[in-house]
């Protein structure tokens, strides 16, 4: 019996022996210190690029297991290699087809990337005409210019054309002359000018009743003069004298962007304090008055 209980505890004493080197190995140990996306921000169909620092705080080389998820769904995964003490990267290429805003996460480290939609150029003509004149009409001192307001229905929007319904009348061979075409910014701040002569609309000599078919339409090629916001087409027609360029103008919808300008003798534009017209007739309420002036150009709208 002795003998026995002498042999069990030689044996467990063998068995720690040998356990204990194993227990006391170095082993990896692993944190991820940092997630970074590289562009935040991309457009639907582009790619960005994931990357995680991995560090061994462990004695021995190990492989650490990355596994990239997207909004909680795993996407991908890399076995990285660290040796103890060390850091590595773990990258991902990440491409997403539509727009939005993903939660992007390796090990307990997180992150976001924006995906914005990818924008193309769409041709818009923007008016507030129903394109039926019903009367072309000059304008009456002080006033100088014809002023029509937009809203560029995307940020930024380029203006290719300018479209405007009108005629000139006069002796035969008269021509307009010191009048411009202008493009303002909200701020009333001149992006644009050219000549505005008048060549291209109906001379006429004499006013018949049909208006509609007595003034026309004429576009005017603007080289791509980029807006953004609230903007003016401003077309300043000088000093009227009776005979020179009559605008187009309805009443289909109640007037909030037509006005008229008057220029100082410091050159510089300014909206009349006063409606010009004789409230005798139904272009003296300005509410009823909408020039007929449109704007082509392309505006960047949204793929999906």
Request: aromatic share 10%; with cysteine.
């Amino acid at each position: 019996m002795r003998n026995k209980k002498t042999f069990l505890s030689m044996l467990s004493l063998a068995v720690i022996t040998i356990a204990m080197p194993i227990a006391c190995s170095p082993s990896a140990q692993f944190t991820v210190d940092s997630l970074a996306i590289k562009p935040a921000k991309i457009l639907a169909g582009e790619t960005a690029s994931i990357s995680a620092q991995i560090t061994n705080t462990g004695g021995a080389e190990g492989f650490y297991r990355a596994t990239l998820s997207v909004d909680d769904e795993r996407i991908d995964t890399k076995d990285i290699d660290v040796g103890p003490g060390a850091t590595q990267t773990a990258t991902f290429p990440i491409s997403k087809d539509k727009s939005g805003t993903y939660r992007i996460s390796i090990g307990e480290k997180t992150a976001t990337l924006t995906v914005k939609p990818k924008l193309v150029a769409k041709q818009t003509e923007l008016k507030y005409d129903d394109g039926q004149a019903k009367d072309c009409l000059s304008l009456v001192k002080p006033a100088t210019g014809y002023l029509v307001s937009f809203a560029s229905p995307s940020d930024p929007f380029t203006i290719s054309q300018v479209r405007v319904f009108g005629l000139v009348y006069g002796s035969p061979g008269f021509r307009v002359s010191d009048a411009v075409l202008q493009i303002w910014d909200k701020d009333n701040k001149v992006l644009y000018t050219a000549p505005f002569t008048g060549d291209k609309f109906p001379l006429r000599t004499r006013l018949g009743p049909n208006i509609d078919s007595t003034g026309g339409w004429v576009d005017i090629d603007i080289p791509n003069v980029n807006v953004e916001g609230n903007y003016y087409i401003h077309i300043y027609t000088g000093n009227p004298t009776g005979q020179g360029f009559r605008m187009g103008a309805e009443d289909n919808v109640k007037n909030t962007h037509s006005d008229v300008t008057v220029r100082g003798d410091n050159g510089i534009d300014n909206l009349s304090p006063n409606w010009p017209y004789s409230i005798a007739y139904w272009y003296g309420y300005k509410g009823s008055v909408n020039w007929m002036v449109r704007v082509v150009g392309n505006a960047m709208v949204s793929q999906e």
